[in-house]
């Protein structure tokens, strides 16, 4: 079945700096993807979502790449600042099976002042 | 807006005991879930539901029971709580199927003595 792989799983950065997330799946047919963010002792919240036929989305400073050729989904958080430390999920679903999503195991963003 | 309401936040039991978990949410979603989470494990799913009295298994399921007695609620039960079972537990729901958002609860907390 799909397989999901998010890297990295820690990942540290000054404010201001750029923070990329980067997920592979292995299922070609994989047709919706999102991100989700958590922050501490809190559920998960949709960050953005994308489908298949979109390659690029940009949002207030979250800018998600969906590459189908090298099967890779990645999140660029461009300026991060510290209100942005939380731990990030991909997750995607393939045509067919729309119940259940596959998810990441999560990138822990610390972003210092 | 809505809410997802998830209880209690901190569950205690003694190993071998029957354990429920709750949740509500006032969206009136057709689809909910219940997630563990284990650090650095992600999520993994273990029960969901599209509508009321639906059940249908994650692949997490065995040592659960869950109940969908009304559009709102779901609950979890462990079945045999085990100090390996410590971990968060996350209920969502969504208008549909996974291909739409998740709306996640804050999480309960068990703790296994």
Known sequence: GEQVEQRPPHLSVREGDSAIIICTYTDSATAYFSWYKQEAGAGLQLLMSVLSNVDRKEEQGLTVLLNKKDKRLSLNLTAAHPGDSAVYFCAVTHVGDNSKLIWGLGTSLVVNP | ?113
Not at chain 2, 24 to 48: A, C, E, P, V
Not at chain 2, 75 to 82: E, G, I, K, P
Request: one cysteine or more.
């Open chain 2, 1 to 113: 807006g809505g809410i997802i309401t998830q209880t209690p936040k901190f569950l205690i039991g003694q190993e071998g005991q029957k354990l429920t978990l709750k949740c509500q949410q006032n969206f009136n979603h057709d689809t909910m879930y219940w997630y563990r989470q284990d650090s650095g494990k992600g999520l993994r799913l273990i029960y969901y539901s599209i509508t009321e009295n639906d059940l249908q298994k994650g692949d997490l399921s065995e040592g659960y029971d869950a109940s969908r007695e009304k559009k709102s609620s779901f609950s979890l039960t462990v079945t045999s709580a085990q100090k390996n079972e410590m971990a968060v537990f996350l209920c969502a729901s969504s208008i549909g199927t996974a291909g739409n958002t998740l709306y996640f609860g804050e999480g309960s907390r068990l703790i296994v003595v």
